[in-house]
Nanobody, 120 residues
Framework: QVQLVESGGGLVQAGGSLRLSCAASGSIFSTNAMAWYRQAPGKQRDLVARMISGGTTNYADSVKGRFTISRDYAKNTVYLQMNNLKPEDTAVYYC??????????????WGQGTQVTVSS
C-alpha cells in the first residue's frame, strides 16, 4: 500500500513560520507531481503549491512570496515552508502525490491532513 504522512502542523501567532513535511512510503516505482492543498471549515479544498519532477512550481496567489515548496526526490518527501503566516492561512493542510506504484499503474494519493492554526 502507498501511504502519505504529513507532519509539522501546529498553532502559531500571525507572522510566525511553520515547516510541513509529507513522506510517501510503500510500493512506489516513481512519482510525478507532489502538492499541498488546504481546506478551511465550510470551504472547498484548494491548491496551495505544487512541484513536478522537473522542478517546476506553481503557487496560489494568496501564498506567493510567503510559502515555498521543495522536494527530496530520493526520500519521496515534499516540504512546505510557510513564512509570515496570517490568520486566513488557518486550515487543514493535505499532501497530494501522483504515484506510479507499478510501471503504467498510476494513482492519486492523499495524506491524512495536518492542522495549521494561526492566531491574530
Amino acid at each position: 500500500q502507498v501511504q502519505l504522512v504529513e507532519s509539522g502542523g501546529g498553532l502559531v501567532q500571525a507572522g510566525g513560520s511553520l515547516r510541513l513535511s509529507c513522506a510517501a512510503s510503500g510500493s512506489i516505482f516513481s512519482t510525478n507531481a507532489m502538492a499541498w492543498y488546504r481546506q478551511a471549515p465550510g470551504k472547498q479544498r484548494d491548491l496551495v503549491a505544487r512541484m513536478i519532477s522537473g522542478g517546476t512550481t506553481n503557487y496560489a496567489d494568496s501564498v506567493k512570496g510567503r510559502f515555498t515548496i521543495s522536494r527530496d526526490y530520493a526520500k519521496n518527501t515534499v516540504y512546505l515552508q510557510m513564512n509570515n503566516l496570517k490568520p486566513e492561512d488557518t486550515a487543514v493542510y493535505y499532501c497530494n502525490a501522483n504515484i506510479q506504484w507499478r510501471p503504467g499503474q498510476w494513482g492519486a494519493y492523499w495524506g491524512q491532513g495536518t492542522q495549521v492554526t494561526v492566531s491574530s
